[in-house]
């Protein structure tokens, strides 16, 4: 079975940048389309973006142009890079894979 896990989140302040990675197990991570969501505390999960096995991404509107999704195949990992953050990114960002594959989050928290 695929597991998942994300890494690389801390305290940032706005206007900053952060980049998390999310590591996958298993021998077709190549094959699947790997998605970000993120769930600030009270409020329920949200979509942020994703990419497909061809590289192909879609992003939410509010993180468009700020954020960035790719994937690094050979090494079994998808990145999400963030860029000019808000406080409103503050989160817990999850990596979620095909087949309802879900990490177990990293925090991402921004404020000066």
């Known amino acids: 079975q695929v597991q998942l896990a994300e890494s690389g989140g801390g305290l940032v302040q706005p206007g900053g940048s952060l980049r998390l990675s999310c590591v996958a197990s298993?021998?077709?991570?190549?094959?699947?389309?790997m998605s970000w969501y993120r769930q600030a505390p009270g409020k329920a999960r949200e979509w942020v973006g994703d990419?497909?096995?061809?590289?192909?991404?879609n992003y939410r509107g509010s993180v468009k142009g700020r954020f960035t999704i790719s994937r690094e195949n050979a090494k079994n990992t998808v990145y999400l890079q963030m860029n000019s953050v808000k406080p409103e990114d503050t989160a817990v960002y999850y990596c979620?894979?095909?087949?309802?594959?879900w990490g177990q989050g990293t925090q991402v928290t921004v404020s000066s």
């Open positions: 979620r894979a095909d087949y309802n594959i």
């Open positions: 990419i497909s096995a061809g590289g192909i991404t």
């Open positions: 298993g021998s077709i991570f190549s094959l699947m389309s």
